[in-house]
């Protein structure tokens, strides 16, 4: 049997390049920045990236794993980490993250281009919250819990419902309304947190005051 004849065990290849790795998530996120996720396509990040379509498939298998991909290695959307000691500056921290990223237009562009796709395509749905939104919410997570240690929260606090109020007032303000998010938002929507969630001895207090 020659070695090109199938059955012929396959030799290793040459290590994974991660150069071109990078190369094309840079590609992927720069164009879906510009053009959206429905008018992404292979053929463009390809070409963008200088390296052939099957270069691409055979690191992701379809263009949302690499969308996925692309936004969940990008550290100017990871979530920094954060622990002043304080829960309200934590939080405040991590909303002005956040107030930053939403205020410009190619994010914007991005997260509501997502949103539609996301309800149509399972497969993207799946990924982006196992790959992008799961690590980034469990940040905030982890901010909260020690809220809770350390007394500013009630231990029977929802901690899912806690991160969808930090962040619902600005995905609603700069994607639904499409309206300049206001510079306090990070502030209001800490201390929305530190009321909601208060230990019930003190909200017992502030109800007798």
Known sequence: MTPTEPG???RPGRPRDATRDEA?????????????YRDLTIESVAEKAGVGRPTIYRRWPSK???????LARST??????VDTGSLRRDLIALQRHRLELMSTPASRRVTAGLIGDLAADPELAESYVREYLAPRRAVVWEVLKRGVDRGELDPDIDLAFAYDLLAGPLFMRAIVWGQPLPKDIAEKT???ILAAFAPKASRAISADA
Not at 25 to 35: D, I, M, P, V
Not at 76 to 81: D, E, F, G, K, Y
């Open 8 to 10: 012929t065990p396959r």
């Open 190 to 192: 800490a201390d929305v």
């Open 76 to 81: 100017r959307l990871a979530v920094p980490p």
């Open 24 to 36: 094309i998530l840079t590609a992927a996120l720069e164009l879906l920045q510009q053009r959206g």
């Open 64 to 70: 949302p794993a690499l969308v996925v991909a692309a």
